[in-house]
């Protein structure tokens, strides 16, 4: 039987369902960094707010425009960095994002969108680390 | 608990199957006497030949046509390639130009670009920003030696109607051939080929309740334009569509067509009522936008964009509870954002926040206000993660 796969995986539905992290930065202490990635010809827009505090991140949310799949990528990624050390953020590359969520090979542009604003933020977070 | 089914508002892509219309297909289906084949000569055959007599008159009136100038075929895409194709094949050596539009359906588009192929030269008419093709730009892009004026009535994204009466008049006037796709107008709005004077119309049946795979190509009586078949074997339908004609298929067509004729007016009137209330009740859901608007346009089409929206994330977002189709819709083998709209100068972006929503037969005002409920609700929750800024810019 040949049957076509599901556009979607179940955790691509469940995080897009439940947009985790989709929220204004909480206040507290520690330094507020951003990262940001604007591609609107690649139909993605990804930006994380962190807050870092003693070589931590203590708290990460996002805001992000794209498909369901940009989409959960961006809340699993913030969900990934709560609470990590800032040394210990490895750069999460589309190519895992996609392996993780089991998002096809067709919307990797968008994931790079979404590695490109992570990588913005880490920079920042070794900055005032 | 049983969910309630999606509340379907993707008629221009095809509409149910009216139930008085599936009970014709089945009581022609379950009668022994109408499966011999309708070109026979014996009885059960000129029994189904009859039928499909009949069929041929309801789907004649729906356009004031003579039953005579019917042509069956398998379907709107089949009729277009017919049209576009064998008039342009048929034309007079000398005349090797099309004109047509950059807003066809695919089944246009790719007929013209075949011919292209072939050595026709064609040229394509760019739509105005409310995606209207003028007749004045018809007639200036008519030459000695143009075959064919092929344009859309209703366009399937936007529902933005092309004033086919004045393309004819230019057309008569210029000694071309004009064919019109009417899949998205017949049974929807009045049409009336006799008094238009147009020479060839596409529609099918599965846009106006009746089955998929049943089409007509009305080809005018006089002047007669030549056509040349792109199928051979049989010379049924005066040698133009070759095959054993589907006899239940196309008395469902008829019977459709009965049905479509007989409520034409009122329906317009309701469903054209039903689209503004729902325009209405997405404007909580500003800044949107019209795609298309204004203008004339079939009754049933809402083309409607909404700032700092992706349409597939909206898509999913009504995923079960409502059958939609995204700015991408038309094209969904790519993915790629719809020609239509972009050819009407909108951005890839805007395009993306776009759905297209088309109310029918089915349709009811409860319909209506559950769909702008949950698509405003879905919409602000989008929107409530988008990055400052977005709004403005994606729209």
Redesign the interface.
């Known amino acids: 039987v040949n049957r076509e796969k599901p556009r979607y995986s179940p955790q691509v539905r469940d995080l897009f369902a439940r947009l985790p992290g989709a929220d204004p930065l909480p206040a507290g202490s520690g330094a507020w960094v951003t990262g940001e990635a604007i591609e609107l010809d690649r139909g993605a827009w990804v930006r994380f707010d962190a807050r870092v505090e003693g070589g931590r991140i203590v708290d990460c949310v996002f805001h992000a425009w794209g498909c369901p799949h940009t989409l959960a990528a961006t809340a699993w990624t913030a969900l990934e960095l709560r609470m990590r050390a800032v040394p210990d953020c490895a750069p999460v590359d589309a190519a895992r994002l996609a392996r993780e969520l089991d998002i096809p090979t067709e919307k990797m542009g968008r994931l790079l969108v979404v590695e490109d604003a992570l990588a913005a933020l880490l920079a920042g977070a070794r900055a005032v680390q | 608990v049983t969910a309630s089914p999606p509340i379907y508002l993707d008629h221009a892509a095809t509409t149910p199957l009216d139930p008085r219309v599936a009970a014709v297909i089945c009581e022609c289906l379950s009668d022994a006497s109408l499966q011999a084949n309708p070109a026979s000569a014996h009885g059960p055959g000129r029994a189904a030949a009859a039928r499909i007599a009949e069929a041929r008159l309801q789907v004649a009136r729906l356009i004031h046509a003579t039953p005579e100038s019917i042509v069956f075929t398998s379907g709107a895409t089949e009729s277009v390639n017919l049209a576009v194709l064998g008039a342009a094949r048929a034309a007079a050596p000398g005349r090797r130009h099309v004109v047509t539009s950059r807003v066809e359906h695919r089944a246009g588009l790719d007929a013209c670009s075949q011919l292209e192929r072939e050595g026709f030269e064609v040229t394509w008419l760019k739509p105005d920003a409310g995606g209207l093709i003028e007749p004045g730009a018809v007639a200036a892009s008519i030459r000695p030696d143009t075959a064919l004026v092929s344009l859309m009535h209703a366009n399937n994204e936007t529902g933005v109607l092309t004033d086919i009466e004045a393309v004819s008049a230019v057309c008569v006037e210029g000694g071309v051939v004009f064919h019109s796709d009417a899949a998205q107008s017949a049974g929807r709005i009045p049409i009336d080929v006799a008094a238009s004077g147009i020479a060839l119309l596409s529609f099918c049946a599965h846009k106006l309740g009746g089955p998929k795979g049943a089409g007509a190509l009305y080809v005018r009586g006089r002047p007669r334009p030549a056509l040349q078949p792109l199928v051979f074997g049989g010379a049924h339908e005066r040698g133009l569509r070759s095959g054993t004609l589907a006899c239940h298929q196309i008395v469902g067509f008829g019977a459709a067509c009965g049905i479509a004729g007989a409520a034409l007016d009122d329906e317009a009137a309701r469903i054209r009522e039903l689209r503004e209330r729902l325009w209405q009740a997405l404007q909580p859901a500003a800044p949107l936008w019209r795609n298309g608007a204004p203008g004339p346009s079939v009754p049933g089409i809402l083309n409607v964009g909404f700032a700092?929206i992706?349409g597939?994330?909206l898509l999913?977002e009504m995923d079960g509870r409502l059958a939609v189709s995204s700015g991408s819709a038309c094209s969904s083998a790519t993915?790629e954002p719809s020609y239509v709209l972009r050819a009407l100068g909108r951005s890839?972006?805007a395009i993306?926040a776009s759905l297209r929503l088309s109310l029918g037969r089915t349709t009811t005002g409860a319909d209506i206000e559950r769909a702008a409920r949950l698509l405003v609700d879905g919409v602000r929750?989008l929107r409530?993660?988008?990055?400052?800024g977005?709004l403005e810019?994606?729209a």
């Open positions: 700092g992706e597939e994330s999913l993915a890839d972006a993306q929750r409530s993660a988008l990055p400052d977005a810019r994606i």
